[in-house]
């Protein structure tokens, strides 16, 4: 469920990011999240401590980050190509972080290492997303057009797949008793964060129309997937259900070629095929 989530949510933010900035996007799609998981978390109850509120807000400062960065990197970028090199970074970290914490991998999920090193070298060769046809009149003039993998979209990519590695890391961290309100305070930190930045950069403007939409959904569905990586995060080792979360690009590249008519070099198709299949070894192994 979070990979379907997060993998839906990328998609449509991606395409909410390349109508309006992308730190408009998320202006509408955090408050949205926030507004709904006080309401998912009241009736769980909980109790609270100071780890739970300090972990919840450190994962929200990372989440704000990545999800801030990633749209960015989709709005400038081929979706197909930046949505599996950002699971590649998501996965990676927490099993980094889970051997450093005791936990032992089989030597399957090691060989998916391996492989996850080699997709990152296939997927950042430059991109060739020329569309394999116009879109009807019903498709926006912006979606048609190439998106390049640059060195800039590189950096937010690599940028945003830290970040969101490390949110499930801190995530990890909070104490089990406190339910869901630890999201809560995640959400509220990036809130925050956004507002902030919104408000310094000129971007503190409500968009209406189709973003605004797009944002909205987006909100729900990273809502969703929020709450099961926090239930799955607590039911599993983290090497293991960090990488499982990663799968989500299938969604989103599945999409990108669908709907967009996205199109990829051989060389980056085979990338993102390796990227999914080490991401699968990892979690099998």
Same mark, same amino acid.
């Given at each position: 469920?979070?990979?379907?989530? %997060? ?8 395409? *909410? ?5 992308? /730190? ?85 999920? #090691?060989?998916?290492?391996? /492989? ?39 950096? #937010? ?30 959400? /509220? ?16 403007? #409500?968009?209406?129309?189709?973003? /605004? ?11 969703? *997937? ?21 799968? %989500? ?37």
């Amino acid at each position: 469920m979070a990979a379907l989530g %997060y993998g839906i949510s990328d998609f449509v933010g991606g395409i *909410a990011s390349r109508r309006i900035a992308a /730190l408009r996007v998320v202006l509408v799609s955090y408050p949205v999240a926030l507004l709904l998981l006080i309401v998912v978390a009241m009736p769980f109850g909980g109790e609270l401590s100071t780890a739970a509120v300090v972990w919840g807000l450190l994962s929200g400062i990372a989440q704000a980050f990545g999800v801030w960065w990633f749209y960015a990197a989709l709005g400038s970028g081929p979706i197909s190509v930046v949505s599996p090199l950002t699971a590649i970074l998501v996965a990676g970290i927490p099993v980094a972080a889970g051997l450093a914490l005791g936990e032992r991998p089989g030597p399957v999920a #090691l060989v998916g290492v391996v /492989l996850a090193l080699a997709a990152v070298v296939l997927v950042s060769r430059e991109a060739t997303d020329e569309p394999l046809a116009r879109r009807e009149s019903s498709t926006d003039e912006d979606d048609a057009r190439p998106h390049k993998f640059t060195a800039r979209v590189a950096w #937010l990519t690599v940028g945003s797949g830290v970040a969101f590695g490390m949110n499930f890391v801190l995530l990890d961290q909070v104490p089990h008793e406190a339910e869901l309100w630890p999201l809560v305070f995640g959400r /509220l930190a990036a809130v925050s964060i956004v507002l902030l930045a919104a408000a310094v950069t000129a971007n503190l403007v #409500l968009e209406r129309g189709v973003p /605004l939409r797009l944002a909205v959904l987006a909100g729900v569905l990273d809502t969703v *997937a929020n709450v099961a990586t926090l239930l799955a995060l607590q039911s599993s080792m983290l090497s293991l259900a960090g990488v499982l979360i990663a799968l %989500y690009p299938a969604a989103t590249v599945l999409l990108a070629i669908v709907v967009l008519r996205e199109r990829v070099t051989r060389w980056q198709a085979a990338g993102i095929v390796l990227a999914l299949a080490s991401v699968g070894m990892i979690a099998g192994g």
